[in-house]
């Protein structure tokens, strides 16, 4: 079973950028589309991103379009999320994972994804 750990979170004023990072514990990580979530206090947990695994495709959220880039590298197991422009509204709880099955279509259900990380805190503020 692939574990997903998520690192890069913090502390940004608005206009600013942060990148995530998305580093899976199995090889097998390179067969799965992986999508990024996102979940603010008091809402449900949100699509943003997602990657297919070979990293030809990306799907994003209107919302993110233009100012958020995701990436993977299959030899290091680790997707990446990059994000510019960033607004307060962006400010939420990150969490990566893993669609169930692997080489299929990209998802942005996140009923479709598993192997959830324990996500990582970005909060854009003056």
């Known amino acids: 079973q692939v574990q997903m750990v998520e690192s890069g979170g913090g502390l940004v004023q608005p206009g600013g950028s942060l990148q995530l990072s998305c580093t899976a514990s199995e090889r097998t990580f390179s067969a799965y589309n992986i999508g990024w979530f996102r979940q603010a206090p008091g809402e449900e947990r949100r699509f943003v991103t997602a990657i297919s695994w070979s990293g030809d495709s990306t799907v994003y959220a209107d919302s993110v379009k233009g100012r958020f880039t995701i990436s993977r590298d299959n030899a290091r197991s680790t997707v990446y999320l990059q994000m510019n422009s960033l607004k307060p509204e962006d400010t939420a709880v990150y969490y990566c994972?893993?669609?169930?099955?692997?080489?299929?279509?990209?998802?942005?259900?996140?009923?479709?994804?598993?192997?959830w990380g324990q996500g990582t805190q970005v909060t854009v503020s003056e």
């Open positions: 994972a893993a669609e169930r099955v692997p080489y299929g279509p990209i998802e942005s259900g996140p009923t479709a994804y598993g192997n």
